[in-house]
């Protein structure tokens, strides 16, 4: 089992910027593709971001593509998501999991298929 704690959300105004990390202890961090999703209220955990195993190939979805980046250091068992130009859709619990499968196939399938741990989740909100 891989724990995960997430950090580094908060209040940002429209086109701020916030860098979101997530901790990883346990088994080894460099074993699992990673991933970041999010829930906003009402609405059902969708996925965000992927990175594979050395981070070398990233993912996303298509309403954070060019704005949001994904990554890692294996080093320090931590996966960012550096996200710009933050829209009031953005506003969302954001979750970081440790994937089951692949970073690509995480892109694509239900985010409980994909994914073995889930952190507790960090806020983010995008005031206009």
């Known amino acids: 089992q891989v724990q995960l704690v997430e950090s580094g959300g908060g209040l940002v105004q429209v086109g701020g910027s916030l860098r979101l990390s997530c901790a990883a202890s346990g088994r080894t961090f460099s074993s699992y593709a990673m991933g970041w999703f999010r829930q906003a209220p009402g609405k059902e955990r969708e996925f965000v971001a992927a990175?594979?195993?050395?981070?070398?190939?990233?993912y996303y979805a298509d309403s954070v593509k060019g704005r949001f980046t994904i990554s890692r250091d294996n080093a320090k068992n931590t996966v960012y998501l550096q996200m710009n130009s933050l829209k009031p859709e953005d506003t969302a619990v954001y979750y970081c999991?440790?994937?089951?499968?692949?970073?690509?196939?995480?892109?694509?399938?239900?985010?409980?298929?994909?994914?073995?741990?889930w952190g507790q989740g960090t806020q983010g909100t995008v005031s206009s």
């Open positions: 990175i594979s195993l050395s981070g070398g190939s990233t």
């Open positions: 999991a440790a994937g089951r499968t692949t970073a690509q196939a995480m892109a694509v399938m239900t985010p409980s298929k994909a994914t073995r741990d």
